[in-house]
C-alpha cells in the first residue's frame, strides 16, 4: 500500500507541479535573449555612458555656476526681507512695551494724584478742626477777658 501511496504522489507531482519545466524554459529564455541581445545593449550602455560623461565635463559647471548665483542671490534677498521684518517686528515690540509702560505711568499718576487728593483732603479737615478748636479757644479767652474790667 505504501508504494501504491507513493507511486501516486509522484505521478501526482509530475501532472500538477510544473515548476521544474516552467524553471528550465525560463533559462532556456533568459539565455537566448541575452546571446542575441547581449552586444547591442553594451554598446548602447557604453554610448550613453559617453555621452553623460561629456555632459557633465562640459555642460554641467557652468550650469551650476548660473543656477547657484541664482539661487545665492535670491536667499540673500529672502535674508535681507527676513531682517526687515524681524526688525520692524522689534520695533513694533518696543512700540507696544512703550506704550503699555506709558499706560502703566499714567495709572501710577492717576493713583498717585488719588492719593494726594485725599490726604489734601484729611490735611484740610484737621486744619479746619484746629481753626475751629482755635477760635473757639479765643473766643473763650474773649469771654474771660471781657469778664474782667480793663484797668
Given at each position: 500500500m505504501d508504494k501504491v501511496a507513493k507511486d501516486v504522489g509522484d505521478i501526482q507531482?509530475?501532472?500538477?507541479?510544473?515548476?521544474?519545466i516552467i524553471?528550465?524554459?525560463?533559462?532556456?529564455?533568459?539565455?537566448?535573449?541575452?546571446?542575441?541581445?547581449?552586444?547591442?545593449?553594451s554598446r548602447l550602455l557604453e554610448n550613453l555612458n559617453k555621452m553623460v560623461l561629456e555632459?557633465?565635463?562640459q555642460?554641467?559647471?557652468t550650469e551650476i555656476e548660473c543656477m547657484l548665483s541664482g539661487v545665492v542671490k535670491r536667499l540673500e534677498a529672502a535674508n535681507?526681507?527676513?531682517?526687515?521684518?524681524q526688525q520692524r517686528e522689534l520695533e513694533a515690540q518696543k512700540s507696544t512695551n512703550l506704550q503699555g509702560n506709558i499706560e502703566l505711568l499714567k495709572d501710577e499718576w492717576a493713583e498717585f494724584l488719588k492719593e494726594q487728593q485725599r490726604l489734601k483732603e484729611e490735611v484740610?479737615?484737621?486744619?479746619?478742626?484746629?481753626?475751629?478748636?482755635?477760635s473757639t479757644q479765643y473766643s473763650e479767652k474773649k469771654k474771660d477777658l471781657s469778664k474782667f474790667p480793663p484797668p
Open positions: 507531482s509530475r501532472l500538477l507541479d510544473h515548476r521544474p524553471n528550465a524554459e525560463v533559462r532556456y529564455f533568459v539565455r537566448e535573449f541575452e546571446e542575441k541581445r547581449g552586444h547591442r545593449e555632459a557633465n565635463e555642460m554641467l559647471p535681507h526681507m527676513a531682517e526687515q521684518v484740610d479737615e484737621e486744619h479746619a478742626r484746629a481753626v475751629g478748636q482755635l
